[in-house]
């Protein structure tokens, strides 16, 4: 039974070392300019992925400013319990994150949704209703990437059949992208 924990460790920095970081890269520079020009970053998911962006919520408002100065305007839809039963009793739950978005999202405001599988209905109608926006739409995936790999515009896809190690990947990324944002507000006007 302990040679599960190695094997997890193994597979996890296997799956970290052998990829390209372009991706992670352009959602950096993403989250750069939607805090450059004042933008809204709205997050989203379900299970440990709706944990995963209340989380990276909190590093780019707080973590990448640390008091030094502001950081991003962010807001993870996963966050309000009120708003997420009410729209999902009344609308259906497939609809809880575009309904939100579609009262709070403007043309240009980045979203990022993230899926372990990239089926979830509610994160690809997400992704739907920031393209009809004008959203800048990244999807976080792994698994095959379903079809979040298919219709976002921007997409991250951790080719991995494990949805804890996907869960962990979101959640790297974000502390990736928060740091790198942190090194940015150092050097730049901000």
Partial sequence: MLNQFPLYAKTLIELLTDRDWKDVELLATALESAWREGR???LCGNGGS?????????????????????GLKVEALTANVGVLTCLANDVGYEEIFAQQLAVKGNSG????????SGNSENIVR???????????TF??????????????????????????ISEDCQLILGHMCMRWLKTRSHSSSI
């Fill in 40 to 42: 809204q970053v709205f």
């Fill in 50 to 70: 709706a944990a995963n962006a209340i989380h990276i919520a909190n590093d780019l408002l707080y973590g990448v400013g640390s008091g030094e100065r502001e």
């Fill in 139 to 164: 999807a976080v995936v792994g698994y095959s990437g379903g079809r979040c790999l298919k219709i976002g515009q921007n997409v991250i896809h951790f080719k991995i059949n494990d949805m804890q």
């Fill in 109 to 116: 405001d980045l979203l990022i949704a993230l899926s372990g």
């Fill in 126 to 136: 997400a992704l739907e209703i920031g393209d009809k926006i004008g959203m800048v």
